[in-house]
């Protein structure tokens, strides 16, 4: 191994002295530097480190990236220049020669983000100090409390609708109601009828009260601790400000909890949080919330809210379980996972191209990484009218592009699977099994793969001859 690391040693060195890296340090120097006295969010404190940790971070991945695509140049110059056959004289191996190439893009590329990531901790506290909060109160406490931490978020449970399905299938097969229906199908039935009832339960009518519970709040629940409760509602018939007015009861004296409640006023069609004191959880980590649709203050006119709380916006429950700093290092951590893969991915591409056409290669596969969960979701398609010659070429050409690229997706990964910075912009915990989960696919095994082919083909290369 000893011979791995003077390679990598020796890549270290090349790319620190490489122009391109230079150029490429210096635009992540310029963003994470200069960000902070350019972007403002939305004037309050919170929205002033968000919008700074959403695009300096995201800037920095992706220059990351382009560089590591890049710094394959170096393998490409030797082979070129015929420098290689210098080392290939040496009792050196091909894989390891190309497997210590490798290590130093990693460890380089490990290097940058670390000094990044420092950059960028230094620079979110220096906003925090500098920034002036609209209200020097609430504005630093929403910050702490919901920006710069790691909290799991706990969903509402759906109730059992079991029963109530079973019981309206059985009487509409007793009416007849399915006698004339051609294939009918029990199981679908009763799924249509369940996804019925739940769609009722998610709408509260005017002067109405919705229950939900939730379960494993493990938060801490000793005095001067609070959660937070997130939803979005859809509003019909509110009033003409464009404001609902509600209340959450939370908390149930049965559990022996303490039971507060909490008027609101809050724009609709809009996230809200709601602060809550942490007491309010049982012993067992159970919660509940009860939602009043009904006007709380007394000198205000009622209106006939219809509120609807959505399957895709979730109500949900809020703790902290964790700090930013950790939540900060496990982001760095699953981005350098990513830069590893693209490390093997520019060596593979350089062992078989040109380093233009190689660089194009790599380039590709960066861009099908990140857009795969779009594309996939593009080209999920149903044919409407199947019997139109136009509908069916067309279905023909999209299915036979889906199968195509679902071929290669086995080792093109999901890098959006693997972004965590819109969670930890959130304050959300970037979990430790969400980072193990990218290292073995990202790091290990699909970057194993991709080296191993790269050895296999440059194994048997005649760099003697260069072709470029």
Partial sequence: MSRVWAVARLMISEGVRMKIALVFLMLIGAVVVGLPFSIKGDGSLTGAVQSFMQYGLSATGLLLGLLTILMARSLSDEVANRQILMV??????????????????????????????????????????????????????ELNNEVLVARHASKAMLPDFGADVELEFDRNVEEGAYANVPDFDPAREKLRLLRKHEARWRIVG???????????????????HFIQLRYRTQVTRYAPDEIFRALWQVGDARSGTPVYRIPVRHVIDRWHTVRIRSDAVAADGSLQVIFR????????????NVMEFRADHPLEVMFVVGTFEWNLVRLLVLVQCKLMFLAAVSLLAVTVFSFPVAC??????????????FIMEALNFESVNRASMFSSVKEFFLQSLM?????????IPDFGRYDAVEDLVNGRNVGLVWVLQGMSELALVKTAILLGLAMLLFQRREVAEASF
């Fill in 206 to 224: 005017p002067m109405n009260d919705r229950v939900f519970e939730f379960q494993n709040v493990l938060c801490d629940r000793s005095p001067g």
């Fill in 293 to 304: 649709n009904r006007n709380p203050f007394e000198d205000e006119r009622q209106w006939p």
């Fill in 403 to 411: 199968h195509a690229y679902m071929a290669i997706c086995w080792v």
């Fill in 88 to 141: 290939m004289t040496k009792p050196i191996p091909r894989w390891q020669f190309l497997l210590g190439k490798w290590l130093g893009m990693t460890l380089l590329n490990a290097a940058f983000l670390i000094c990044s990531g420092a950059t960028i901790y230094g620079m979110v506290h220096y906003i925090k100090r500098t920034h002036p909060p609209l209200d020097p109160r609430l504005d630093e406490g």
């Fill in 360 to 373: 194009l290669t790599s380039l590709t596969m960066y861009v099908l990484a990140g857009t795969r969960a």
